[in-house]
């Protein structure tokens, strides 16, 4: 079953109550991804090879402390992931010898959602990942724009990007030229907007900060 095929089903597929919900109203997002996201990460766990490259740069979860200290600091231990709402966050696999059993995000799987709880970052018991008080104090990456691969220069309107971010306008916007526009100093990196994107490859991405 071709990949872009997956993607626009998980997209038409999804509940009307969760498509049509306010950008704003982030306890949407518990409960729409606490429905989805585990059976949808199952359905591609089970056609695709999900297994993290070792080369490969990954996104931590939120309130986490500086890559170098990150390794040496994390338990290990899995709370996280058994934890966290939107089944969001995976342990790298064994074969990864630097960083197996290290929590990692990959939006194209399952993204954050900027839980009210901050659920992941009160179960760390080592500090590797630090308590968080609000959504903006996350910095998991940046999103970057790619206007090239962007369906809206293909003339669609899609808006999936900025209508499901759970921090709403103040991180993304459809700019007056119709491109799609990051704040930097409000994005938190959660991933949402590069899980929606339509486009193959992906047209928004996340990038690890530092």
Do not use: W
Request: hydrophobic share 40%.
């Amino acid at each position: 079953m071709p990949f872009a095929f997956v993607r626009k089903t998980m997209i038409e597929d999804l509940p009307e109550e969760i498509n049509n919900a306010p950008q704003d109203r982030r306890a949407m997002f518990r409960l729409g991804f606490r429905r989805l996201m585990e059976p949808i990460a199952q359905y591609i766990e089970d056609r695709f090879d999900v297994s993290l490259p070792v080369d490969r740069e990954v996104l931590r979860p939120p309130g986490a402390i500086e890559e170098g200290a990150f390794r040496e600091t994390c338990y290990r231990c899995g709370n996280c992931v058994d934890v966290c709402p939107a089944k969001a966050i995976r342990s790298a696999p064994a074969d990864d010898i630097e960083r197996a059993g290290m929590p990692y995000v990959d939006p194209d799987l399952a993204a954050c959602v900027v839980c009210d709880e901050f659920a992941c970052s009160k179960a760390c018991p080592s500090g590797a990942l630090k308590p968080v008080d609000r959504a903006f104090d996350i910095r998991m990456g940046l999103a970057h724009v790619d206007s090239g691969l962007c369906l809206r220069q293909q003339g669609e309107d899609c808006r999936l990007c900025v209508a499901k971010c759970p921090l709403g306008h103040e991180a993304i916007r459809i700019g007056k030229g119709g491109q799609v526009e990051v704040t930097a100093a409000a994005c938190v990196g959660c991933g949402v907007c590069q899980f929606y994107c339509p486009s193959l490859p992906k047209a928004i991405r996340i990038e690890p900060l530092g």
